[in-house]
Protein backbone atom coordinates (compact mmCIF):
# COMPACT_ATOMS: atom_id res chain seq x y z
CA UNK A 1 0.00 0.00 0.00
CA UNK A 2 2.64 2.56 0.46
CA UNK A 3 4.28 1.58 -2.62
CA UNK A 4 1.83 2.58 -4.55
CA UNK A 5 1.13 5.76 -2.35
CA UNK A 6 4.68 6.46 -3.11
CA UNK A 7 4.75 5.83 -6.59
CA UNK A 8 1.38 7.87 -6.85
CA UNK A 9 3.12 10.64 -5.55
CA UNK A 10 6.41 10.55 -7.47
CA UNK A 11 4.20 10.30 -10.84
CA UNK A 12 2.27 13.76 -9.82
CA UNK A 13 5.55 15.14 -8.95
CA UNK A 14 7.41 14.29 -12.16
CA UNK A 15 4.02 15.65 -14.03
CA UNK A 16 4.96 18.80 -12.55
CA UNK A 17 7.99 19.24 -12.98
CA UNK A 18 7.12 18.18 -17.16
CA UNK A 19 4.29 21.08 -16.82
CA UNK A 20 6.54 23.48 -15.65
CA UNK A 21 9.34 22.47 -18.00
CA UNK A 22 6.99 23.06 -21.07
CA UNK A 23 4.61 25.90 -20.04
CA UNK A 24 7.43 27.52 -18.49
CA UNK A 25 8.56 29.58 -21.71
CA UNK A 26 4.51 30.32 -23.07
CA UNK A 27 3.56 31.76 -19.60
CA UNK A 28 6.54 33.95 -19.33
CA UNK A 29 5.12 35.38 -23.31
CA UNK A 30 2.25 35.65 -21.89
CA UNK A 31 3.61 37.58 -19.20
CA UNK A 32 5.62 40.04 -21.61
CA UNK A 33 2.82 40.23 -23.99
CA UNK A 34 0.68 41.80 -20.97
CA UNK A 35 3.10 44.15 -19.88
CA UNK A 36 2.88 45.42 -23.52
CA UNK A 37 -0.43 46.07 -23.69
CA UNK A 38 -0.58 47.84 -20.04
CA UNK A 39 2.53 49.96 -21.22
CA UNK A 40 0.44 50.95 -24.56
CA UNK A 41 -2.49 51.83 -22.44
CA UNK A 42 -0.59 53.45 -20.38
CA UNK A 43 0.94 55.89 -23.20
CA UNK A 44 -2.93 56.29 -24.64
CA UNK A 45 -3.69 57.04 -21.25
CA UNK A 46 -0.83 59.85 -21.45
CA UNK A 47 -1.70 61.29 -24.99
CA UNK A 48 -5.59 61.61 -23.57
CA UNK A 49 -4.61 63.65 -20.90
CA UNK A 50 -2.04 65.66 -22.86
CA UNK A 51 -4.81 66.83 -25.52
CA UNK A 52 -7.42 67.49 -22.80
CA UNK A 53 -4.54 69.75 -21.08
CA UNK A 54 -3.08 71.43 -24.16
CA UNK A 55 -5.22 70.64 -27.41
CA UNK A 56 -6.07 74.60 -28.57
CA UNK A 57 -9.59 73.80 -27.83
CA UNK A 58 -11.97 72.38 -25.14
CA UNK A 59 -12.21 68.78 -26.37
CA UNK A 60 -15.42 66.74 -25.62
CA UNK A 61 -13.86 63.91 -23.34
CA UNK A 62 -16.94 61.51 -24.83
CA UNK A 63 -16.00 62.09 -28.40
CA UNK A 64 -12.67 61.87 -27.91
CA UNK A 65 -12.81 58.21 -26.86
CA UNK A 66 -15.40 57.53 -28.98
CA UNK A 67 -12.87 58.72 -32.06
CA UNK A 68 -10.31 56.40 -30.57
CA UNK A 69 -12.56 53.01 -30.26
CA UNK A 70 -13.64 53.54 -33.89
CA UNK A 71 -10.35 54.62 -34.65
CA UNK A 72 -8.65 51.34 -33.79
CA UNK A 73 -11.79 49.09 -35.21
CA UNK A 74 -11.56 51.23 -38.75
CA UNK A 75 -7.95 50.31 -38.69
CA UNK A 76 -9.00 46.17 -39.25
CA UNK A 77 -11.17 46.85 -42.39
CA UNK A 78 -13.51 48.85 -43.97
CA UNK A 79 -16.70 47.17 -42.14
CA UNK A 80 -15.17 47.03 -38.65
CA UNK A 81 -16.12 50.22 -36.64
CA UNK A 82 -17.53 51.83 -33.63
CA UNK A 83 -21.98 52.16 -33.82
CA UNK A 84 -22.47 55.50 -31.44
CA UNK A 85 -25.87 55.08 -29.60
CA UNK A 86 -27.49 57.33 -32.57
CA UNK A 87 -25.76 55.21 -35.29
CA UNK A 88 -26.83 51.74 -33.65
CA UNK A 89 -30.56 52.99 -33.57
CA UNK A 90 -30.20 54.11 -37.30
CA UNK A 91 -28.97 50.86 -38.26
CA UNK A 92 -31.40 48.59 -36.24
CA UNK A 93 -34.17 51.13 -38.35
CA UNK A 94 -32.44 50.33 -41.24
CA UNK A 95 -32.88 46.69 -40.81
CA UNK A 96 -36.56 46.80 -40.18
CA UNK A 97 -36.75 48.35 -43.59
CA UNK A 98 -36.92 52.05 -43.19
CA UNK A 99 -34.93 55.22 -42.61
CA UNK A 100 -34.11 58.63 -43.53
CA UNK A 101 -31.21 59.35 -46.30
CA UNK A 102 -30.42 59.77 -49.80
CA UNK A 103 -30.97 55.50 -50.63
CA UNK A 104 -27.37 54.70 -50.90
CA UNK A 105 -24.94 52.06 -49.61
CA UNK A 106 -21.49 53.48 -48.51
CA UNK A 107 -17.82 52.09 -48.16
CA UNK A 108 -14.72 53.34 -48.11
CA UNK A 109 -11.86 52.97 -50.48
CA UNK A 110 -8.65 54.93 -49.73
CA UNK A 111 -10.47 57.45 -47.38
CA UNK A 112 -12.70 58.14 -49.74
CA UNK A 113 -16.26 57.05 -49.86
CA UNK A 114 -17.29 54.75 -52.34
CA UNK A 115 -21.04 53.59 -53.24
CA UNK A 116 -21.44 49.90 -53.28
CA UNK A 117 -25.08 50.68 -54.69
CA UNK A 118 -28.21 53.27 -55.23
CA UNK A 119 -31.11 51.44 -53.64
CA UNK A 120 -34.19 51.58 -56.01
CA UNK A 121 -36.98 54.14 -55.93
CA UNK A 122 -35.00 56.33 -53.65
CA UNK A 123 -33.47 60.01 -54.25
CA UNK A 124 -29.57 58.61 -55.23
CA UNK A 125 -31.39 56.66 -58.04
CA UNK A 126 -33.68 59.69 -59.16
CA UNK A 127 -30.31 61.84 -59.52
CA UNK A 128 -28.26 59.18 -61.23
CA UNK A 129 -25.69 57.79 -58.60
CA UNK A 130 -23.97 54.30 -59.68
CA UNK A 131 -22.80 51.54 -58.15
CA UNK A 132 -18.50 52.34 -58.14
CA UNK A 133 -18.82 56.56 -57.67
CA UNK A 134 -16.58 57.69 -55.48
CA UNK A 135 -18.50 60.74 -53.19
CA UNK A 136 -14.98 63.27 -52.12
CA UNK A 137 -17.56 65.77 -51.13
CA UNK A 138 -20.59 66.97 -49.84
CA UNK A 139 -21.53 70.50 -49.89
CA UNK A 140 -18.46 71.37 -50.96
CA UNK A 141 -16.46 70.20 -47.67
CA UNK A 142 -14.46 67.29 -48.36
CA UNK A 143 -15.08 64.06 -46.73
CA UNK A 144 -11.18 62.96 -46.99
CA UNK A 145 -10.16 62.09 -43.74
CA UNK A 146 -13.40 61.32 -42.11
CA UNK A 147 -14.27 58.11 -40.74
CA UNK A 148 -17.34 56.39 -42.59
CA UNK A 149 -19.44 57.36 -39.94
CA UNK A 150 -18.88 60.52 -40.17
CA UNK A 151 -19.08 60.84 -43.64
CA UNK A 152 -22.43 59.26 -43.69
CA UNK A 153 -23.36 61.75 -41.16
CA UNK A 154 -22.61 64.94 -43.10
CA UNK A 155 -25.21 63.31 -45.71
CA UNK A 156 -27.87 63.19 -43.17
CA UNK A 157 -29.99 66.08 -43.07
CA UNK A 158 -33.70 66.96 -42.94
CA UNK A 159 -36.48 65.20 -45.29
CA UNK A 160 -36.52 67.55 -48.20
CA UNK A 161 -33.48 69.54 -47.87
CA UNK A 162 -30.88 69.38 -51.09
CA UNK A 163 -27.35 68.25 -50.45
CA UNK A 164 -24.68 68.40 -53.23
CA UNK A 165 -22.29 65.50 -53.69
CA UNK A 166 -19.33 65.83 -55.57
CA UNK A 167 -19.02 62.82 -57.67
CA UNK A 168 -15.55 61.29 -59.17
CA UNK A 169 -16.72 58.28 -62.06
CA UNK A 170 -14.49 55.79 -64.23
CA UNK A 171 -14.71 57.48 -67.26
CA UNK A 172 -15.50 61.27 -66.46
CA UNK A 173 -12.70 63.14 -66.57
CA UNK A 174 -13.61 65.63 -63.78
CA UNK A 175 -15.30 65.48 -60.49
CA UNK A 176 -19.06 66.87 -61.14
CA UNK A 177 -21.51 67.96 -58.65
CA UNK A 178 -25.25 66.22 -58.10
CA UNK A 179 -28.10 67.72 -56.31
CA UNK A 180 -30.19 65.56 -54.43
CA UNK A 181 -33.52 66.00 -52.15
CA UNK A 182 -32.80 64.17 -49.31
CA UNK A 183 -35.96 62.06 -48.28
CA UNK A 184 -37.26 59.18 -45.90
CA UNK A 185 -36.10 56.34 -47.61
CA UNK A 186 -38.96 53.33 -47.24
CA UNK A 187 -37.73 50.03 -48.56
CA UNK A 188 -39.98 47.37 -50.66
CA UNK A 189 -37.17 44.95 -50.42
CA UNK A 190 -38.72 42.74 -53.14
CA UNK A 191 -40.85 43.74 -56.03
CA UNK A 192 -42.53 40.89 -58.25
CA UNK A 193 -43.82 41.54 -62.02
CA UNK A 194 -44.43 39.38 -64.70
CA UNK A 195 -42.07 39.93 -68.46
CA UNK A 196 -43.82 37.38 -70.90
CA UNK A 197 -43.48 34.02 -69.89
CA UNK A 198 -40.68 35.05 -66.87
CA UNK A 199 -41.76 36.09 -63.19
CA UNK A 200 -39.08 38.70 -62.56
CA UNK A 201 -38.06 39.25 -58.78
CA UNK A 202 -36.37 42.50 -57.60
CA UNK A 203 -34.48 41.59 -54.64
CA UNK A 204 -33.22 45.15 -53.36
CA UNK A 205 -32.35 44.38 -50.27
CA UNK A 206 -31.74 41.85 -47.73
CA UNK A 207 -33.66 43.03 -44.56
CA UNK A 208 -36.44 41.47 -42.04
CA UNK A 209 -38.78 41.86 -44.35
CA UNK A 210 -37.04 39.93 -47.63
CA UNK A 211 -38.20 36.24 -47.68
CA UNK A 212 -41.96 37.03 -46.13
CA UNK A 213 -42.11 39.75 -49.67
CA UNK A 214 -40.15 37.31 -51.97
CA UNK A 215 -42.73 34.09 -51.34
CA UNK A 216 -45.91 36.39 -51.06
CA UNK A 217 -44.70 38.12 -54.23
CA UNK A 218 -44.12 34.85 -56.47
CA UNK A 219 -47.37 33.29 -55.45
CA UNK A 220 -48.79 36.60 -56.44
CA UNK A 221 -47.17 36.30 -59.76
CA UNK A 222 -47.30 32.68 -60.25
CA UNK A 223 -51.36 33.08 -59.68
CA UNK A 224 -51.82 35.70 -62.15
CA UNK A 225 -50.43 33.93 -64.71
CA UNK A 226 -52.21 30.69 -64.11
CA UNK A 227 -49.73 28.77 -62.52
CA UNK A 228 -46.62 27.29 -63.06
CA UNK A 229 -47.34 25.77 -66.01
CA UNK A 230 -47.96 28.96 -67.58
CA UNK A 231 -44.22 30.26 -67.09
CA UNK A 232 -40.94 29.48 -68.44
CA UNK A 233 -39.06 30.40 -64.91
CA UNK A 234 -38.10 32.74 -62.70
CA UNK A 235 -35.51 36.00 -63.02
CA UNK A 236 -33.99 37.27 -59.39
CA UNK A 237 -32.77 40.15 -59.68
CA UNK A 238 -29.95 41.39 -57.24
CA UNK A 239 -27.96 44.11 -59.56
CA UNK A 240 -27.45 47.13 -56.97
CA UNK A 241 -28.04 45.25 -53.76
CA UNK A 242 -25.63 46.00 -51.15
CA UNK A 243 -26.32 43.03 -48.99
CA UNK A 244 -27.87 42.59 -45.54
CA UNK A 245 -29.01 40.20 -42.84
CA UNK A 246 -27.09 37.08 -43.72
CA UNK A 247 -29.82 34.55 -42.49
CA UNK A 248 -32.31 36.34 -45.12
CA UNK A 249 -29.64 35.80 -47.63
CA UNK A 250 -29.79 31.69 -46.25
CA UNK A 251 -33.90 31.60 -46.08
CA UNK A 252 -34.14 32.83 -49.92
CA UNK A 253 -31.38 30.48 -51.23
CA UNK A 254 -33.42 27.71 -49.35
CA UNK A 255 -36.44 28.67 -51.10
CA UNK A 256 -34.74 27.18 -54.35
CA UNK A 257 -32.43 24.37 -52.80
CA UNK A 258 -33.98 21.13 -51.44
CA UNK A 259 -30.71 20.09 -50.10
CA UNK A 260 -27.29 20.47 -49.35
CA UNK A 261 -24.55 23.52 -47.58
CA UNK A 262 -26.09 27.04 -48.65
CA UNK A 263 -23.25 29.15 -47.35
CA UNK A 264 -20.27 28.50 -44.26
CA UNK A 265 -18.54 31.02 -42.25
CA UNK A 266 -15.36 30.61 -40.62
CA UNK A 267 -13.99 32.78 -38.28
CA UNK A 268 -10.15 32.58 -36.49
CA UNK A 269 -10.92 29.62 -34.24
CA UNK A 270 -12.44 26.35 -35.75
CA UNK A 271 -14.41 26.65 -33.30
CA UNK A 272 -16.35 29.88 -34.25
CA UNK A 273 -17.46 28.78 -38.11
CA UNK A 274 -21.31 27.73 -38.82
CA UNK A 275 -22.68 26.11 -41.50
CA UNK A 276 -26.29 26.50 -43.17
CA UNK A 277 -28.16 24.07 -44.77
CA UNK A 278 -31.01 23.74 -47.06
CA UNK A 279 -34.46 22.15 -46.03
CA UNK A 280 -36.94 20.41 -48.49
CA UNK A 281 -38.90 22.69 -50.93
CA UNK A 282 -38.54 24.85 -53.66
CA UNK A 283 -40.32 28.04 -54.25
CA UNK A 284 -40.32 27.77 -57.89
CA UNK A 285 -41.39 24.33 -57.79
CA UNK A 286 -38.36 22.87 -60.38
CA UNK A 287 -38.86 25.65 -62.89
CA UNK A 288 -35.45 27.29 -64.17
CA UNK A 289 -33.63 30.18 -62.58
CA UNK A 290 -31.62 33.29 -63.65
CA UNK A 291 -30.04 35.00 -61.14
CA UNK A 292 -28.74 38.70 -62.45
CA UNK A 293 -25.64 40.43 -60.58
CA UNK A 294 -23.27 43.41 -60.98
CA UNK A 295 -20.95 45.34 -59.34
CA UNK A 296 -22.92 46.80 -57.14
CA UNK A 297 -24.17 43.21 -55.62
CA UNK A 298 -22.55 42.44 -52.39
CA UNK A 299 -22.78 40.54 -49.25
CA UNK A 300 -26.31 38.36 -48.95
CA UNK A 301 -26.31 39.51 -52.77
CA UNK A 302 -22.96 37.09 -53.20
CA UNK A 303 -24.24 34.47 -50.77
CA UNK A 304 -27.31 33.51 -53.00
CA UNK A 305 -26.12 34.04 -56.44
CA UNK A 306 -22.93 31.78 -55.13
CA UNK A 307 -25.15 29.39 -53.53
CA UNK A 308 -27.49 29.17 -56.46
CA UNK A 309 -24.49 29.02 -58.77
CA UNK A 310 -22.41 25.99 -57.31
CA UNK A 311 -25.46 24.33 -57.01
CA UNK A 312 -26.37 24.26 -60.60
CA UNK A 313 -29.60 26.03 -59.75
CA UNK A 314 -29.63 28.78 -61.47
CA UNK A 315 -27.44 30.44 -64.19
CA UNK A 316 -25.75 33.50 -63.36
CA UNK A 317 -25.06 36.59 -65.33
CA UNK A 318 -24.72 40.17 -65.55
CA UNK A 319 -20.77 41.49 -64.54
CA UNK A 320 -18.41 40.50 -61.61
CA UNK A 321 -20.19 41.37 -57.94
CA UNK A 322 -18.67 43.80 -55.38
CA UNK A 323 -16.23 41.13 -53.76
CA UNK A 324 -17.89 41.62 -50.11
CA UNK A 325 -17.01 37.79 -48.44
CA UNK A 326 -16.77 39.15 -44.49
CA UNK A 327 -19.50 38.79 -42.04
CA UNK A 328 -19.87 41.31 -39.48
CA UNK A 329 -21.36 40.61 -35.66
CA UNK A 330 -22.92 44.03 -34.16
CA UNK A 331 -22.08 43.32 -30.54
CA UNK A 332 -24.04 46.01 -28.27
CA UNK A 333 -21.92 47.97 -26.05
CA UNK A 334 -22.77 50.13 -22.57
CA UNK A 335 -24.40 52.99 -22.93
CA UNK A 336 -26.35 51.73 -25.90
CA UNK A 337 -23.87 51.80 -28.69
CA UNK A 338 -22.31 49.11 -30.41
CA UNK A 339 -19.60 47.39 -31.90
CA UNK A 340 -19.85 46.07 -35.61
CA UNK A 341 -16.72 43.88 -35.79
CA UNK A 342 -15.50 41.48 -38.59
CA UNK A 343 -15.65 38.57 -37.16
CA UNK A 344 -15.67 35.51 -39.99
CA UNK A 345 -15.39 35.24 -43.57
CA UNK A 346 -18.28 33.19 -45.40
CA UNK A 347 -17.48 30.98 -48.31
CA UNK A 348 -20.01 29.65 -51.04
CA UNK A 349 -20.74 25.71 -50.73
CA UNK A 350 -17.60 24.32 -53.22
CA UNK A 351 -15.60 26.25 -50.21
CA UNK A 352 -14.49 29.58 -52.46
CA UNK A 353 -14.36 32.90 -50.61
CA UNK A 354 -15.25 35.60 -52.96
CA UNK A 355 -13.01 38.25 -50.72
CA UNK A 356 -12.12 41.03 -52.97
CA UNK A 357 -12.63 38.75 -56.26
CA UNK A 358 -16.91 38.65 -56.23
CA UNK A 359 -18.84 35.96 -57.86
CA UNK A 360 -17.94 35.28 -61.69
CA UNK A 361 -21.17 35.59 -63.74
CA UNK A 362 -21.83 32.33 -65.75
CA UNK A 363 -22.45 34.15 -69.11
CA UNK A 364 -20.95 37.92 -68.50
CA UNK A 365 -23.61 40.42 -70.34
CA UNK A 366 -22.79 44.08 -69.96
CA UNK A 367 -25.31 46.82 -69.86
CA UNK A 368 -24.85 48.86 -72.95
CA UNK A 369 -25.33 52.53 -72.85
CA UNK A 370 -28.24 54.46 -74.70
CA UNK A 371 -27.81 54.76 -77.92
CA UNK A 372 -28.25 58.34 -79.37
CA UNK A 373 -31.82 58.78 -81.34
CA UNK A 374 -30.51 59.96 -84.33
CA UNK A 375 -28.83 56.17 -84.68
CA UNK A 376 -32.08 54.58 -83.50
CA UNK A 377 -34.00 56.80 -86.45
CA UNK A 378 -31.15 55.89 -88.84
CA UNK A 379 -31.15 52.25 -88.22
CA UNK A 380 -35.08 51.79 -88.47
CA UNK A 381 -35.38 53.58 -91.92
CA UNK A 382 -33.39 50.86 -93.59
CA UNK A 383 -35.79 48.36 -92.61
CA UNK A 384 -38.46 47.07 -95.36
CA UNK A 385 -40.24 43.61 -95.87
CA UNK A 386 -41.96 42.02 -98.71
CA UNK A 387 -45.36 43.39 -97.60
CA UNK A 388 -44.45 47.08 -97.73
CA UNK A 389 -43.73 46.52 -101.48
CA UNK A 390 -45.95 48.56 -103.90
CA UNK A 391 -48.25 45.49 -105.80
CA UNK A 392 -47.15 42.47 -103.61
CA UNK A 393 -49.29 39.42 -102.45
CA UNK A 394 -51.31 39.32 -100.06
CA UNK A 395 -51.72 36.47 -97.59
CA UNK A 396 -54.96 34.70 -97.73
CA UNK A 397 -54.21 30.85 -96.54
CA UNK A 398 -54.55 31.86 -92.93
CA UNK A 399 -57.63 31.61 -90.80
CA UNK A 400 -58.37 34.31 -88.68
CA UNK A 401 -57.59 32.41 -85.56
CA UNK A 402 -54.01 31.95 -87.38
CA UNK A 403 -53.68 35.57 -87.54
CA UNK A 404 -54.68 36.62 -84.38
CA UNK A 405 -51.90 34.01 -83.03
CA UNK A 406 -49.09 35.47 -85.06
CA UNK A 407 -50.45 38.80 -83.99
CA UNK A 408 -50.01 37.96 -80.39
CA UNK A 409 -46.65 36.91 -80.83
CA UNK A 410 -45.79 39.54 -82.69
CA UNK A 411 -46.77 41.56 -80.14
CA UNK A 412 -44.69 39.63 -77.62
CA UNK A 413 -41.38 39.55 -79.51
CA UNK A 414 -42.40 43.72 -80.08
CA UNK A 415 -42.51 43.55 -76.15
CA UNK A 416 -39.08 41.93 -75.87
CA UNK A 417 -37.22 44.18 -78.23
CA UNK A 418 -38.61 47.05 -76.09
CA UNK A 419 -37.48 45.36 -73.03
CA UNK A 420 -34.05 44.94 -74.81
CA UNK A 421 -33.05 48.80 -75.67
CA UNK A 422 -34.15 49.43 -71.72
CA UNK A 423 -33.07 46.24 -70.05
CA UNK A 424 -30.48 44.46 -72.09
CA UNK A 425 -29.24 42.25 -69.21
CA UNK A 426 -33.06 41.51 -68.33
CA UNK A 427 -34.29 40.55 -71.87
CA UNK A 428 -31.12 38.19 -71.80
CA UNK A 429 -32.15 36.36 -68.92
CA UNK A 430 -35.85 36.26 -70.51
CA UNK A 431 -34.34 34.61 -73.27
CA UNK A 432 -31.97 32.29 -71.39
CA UNK A 433 -35.32 31.46 -69.77
CA UNK A 434 -37.47 31.08 -73.05
CA UNK A 435 -34.75 29.04 -74.41
CA UNK A 436 -34.20 26.31 -71.45
CA UNK A 437 -38.38 26.05 -71.34
CA UNK A 438 -38.21 25.09 -74.88
CA UNK A 439 -35.54 21.98 -74.65
CA UNK A 440 -38.02 20.68 -72.02
CA UNK A 441 -37.34 18.81 -68.61
CA UNK A 442 -33.67 16.90 -70.23
CA UNK A 443 -32.00 20.53 -70.27
CA UNK A 444 -33.39 21.10 -66.82
CA UNK A 445 -32.16 18.05 -65.08
CA UNK A 446 -29.32 18.92 -62.16
CA UNK A 447 -26.75 16.98 -61.25
Given at each position: ?????????????I?L??????AG??????????????????????????????????V??K??I????????T????H???????????M??????E?G?LG???????????????M????????????????????G????G?????A??M??GP????????????????PF?????????K????R??????A????????????????R??M????????G????D???????????????????????F????????????????G????????D????????????????????????????????????????G??????V??L????A??????R??T???????????????I????????D???E??E??????A????????D????????????????A?????????????A??????????A??P??????
Amino acid sequence: MKKTIIAAVSGAAIGLLATTQIAGPVLAQDAEADTNVYEQLDLFGDIFERIRANYVEEVDDKELIEAAINGMLTSLDPHSSYLSPDAAQRMRVSTSGEFGGLGIEVTQEEGWVKVVSPMDGTPAEAAGIQAGDFITAVDGESVLGLTLDEAVRMMRGPVGAEIIVTIVREGEVEPFDVSIIRDTIKLTAVRGRTEGNAVVMRITTFNEQTFPNLREGMQEQVAEAGGFENIDGIVLDLRNNPGGLLNQAVYVSDAFLDAGEIVSTRGREAADGDRFNATPGDLAEGKPIVVLINGGSASASEIVAGALQDHRRAIVIGTNSFGKGSVQTVVPLSQDGAMRLTTARYYTPSGRSIQSLGISPDIIVEQPLPRADEDEEAEEGTLRSEAGLRGSLENDSLSEDEIRQIEEDRARAESAAALREDDYQLAYAIDILKGLNALGPTALARE
